[in-house]
């Protein structure tokens, strides 16, 4: 039968988050990340879709993602796959990148899905191993700042200017996703969203697959998720944060949760606060008389 585990990390002051998993039997739904991410598979192969074509990354193989760059997932053969994979907030690239050249610098864009670097590999393991050990947090910050300038010195092209305005399509597809997040609880229809950026539905549908590349209503989830999940992390209840989110129980949040995330609510409520699971744990049994 197969065995799917995962380890998950999440820094309590930074956008850093880290993940060490193994899949047989788990698939991703197509999704993207408000981070950079930046996986290094260990064992097996797993295979994916990125920016329209199809890609696999074998044992020694870095995958690298840009913020909002739709993917999904799941293991290339029977045997599964073990991968780790650090996600790091955009502001937190901007500054150690600053910090290296002495100059303010755009983000950096990364061209391919797939790295075969083995050097590079073996420092972003280096990096999660310090991550999801006990690794002071000097060496942790060593190991973020080398880590991330080799990988854009490696595998992306030279910074990338904040987006303008391309036209009406880019803007109709961002008046829409505002309206997504100023919304987000709202059963909102594709009638809503062509009345809010005065274009037709259908220009609006093809507006946003092609700027974001989700539909709408693939993209809505997507916020709920991360909403919940970071509801989640700041300790409310799974029940209370899948009802907030506009999720029908806790039972409809856990199944998309896990197929986003690759880990169950309760596992990453674990991960992210120790200390209170941990207190728990004691509660309960100072009460057993």
């Known amino acids: 039968m197969a065995q799917d585990w995962s380890r998950y990390w999440r820094s309590p ?14 698939v991703y739904h197509r999704h993207s990340h408000e981070t950079y991410s930046f996986g290094v598979t260990e064992t097996g192969a797993q295979s994916f879709t990125c920016r329209g074509s199809a890609h696999t990354s074998a044992a020694g193989m870095i995958m690298a993602f840009n913020p909002e760059d739709p993917h999904d997932g799941h293991a290339t053969d029977a045997l599964g796959f073990t991968y780790r994979i650090v996600h790091i907030g955009p502001e937190l690239i ?9 100059r303010l610098t755009g983000l950096p864009l990364f061209t391919e899905p797939v790295v075969d670097d083995p050097g590079l590999a073996g420092a972003l393991r280096a990096l999660h191993g310090a991550l999801l050990g006990e690794a002071p947090s000097l060496r942790r910050d060593e190991l973020l700042t080398t880590t991330i300038t080799r990988l854009v010195r490696r595998a992306a092209i030279r910074p990338i200017h904040p987006a303008s305005p391309a036209g ?7 008046q829409a996703r505002q309206l997504l997040y100023d919304r987000l609880m709202d059963d909102l229809t ?10 037709s539905r259908y220009t609006v549908y093809r507006a946003f697959h092609a700027e974001y590349g989700l539909p709408p209503s693939d993209y809505q989830r997507q916020l709920r998720l991360r909403t919940a999940r970071a509801l989640i992390a700041d ?9 907030t989110t506009g999720f029908a129980d806790q039972s409809h949040l856990t199944r998309w949760f896990t197929r986003y995330f690759g880990l169950t609510p309760g596992a990453y409520r674990r991960a992210v ?12 049994r100072a009460a057993v008389p």
């Not at 901007?94 to 002495?102: E, K, N, R, V, Y």
């Not at 969203?193 to 274009?199: F, P, Q």
């Not at 606060?273 to 309960?284: E, G, I, K, V």
């Open 190 to 199: 594709i009638d809503d969203l062509a009345r809010a950026t005065g274009a």
């Open 273 to 284: 606060q120790p200390d209170a699971s941990q207190r728990r744990r004691l509660a309960d």
């Open 94 to 102: 901007s500054g150690t990148l600053t910090d290296a050249t002495g």
């Open 235 to 243: 300790g409310v209840p799974i029940s209370e944060a899948a009802t």
């Open 13 to 26: 002051d930074r956008p850093l988050e880290a993940m060490h998993a193994h899949f047989e039997r788990h």
């Open 168 to 174: 009406r399509s880019a803007r109709v597809a961002r």
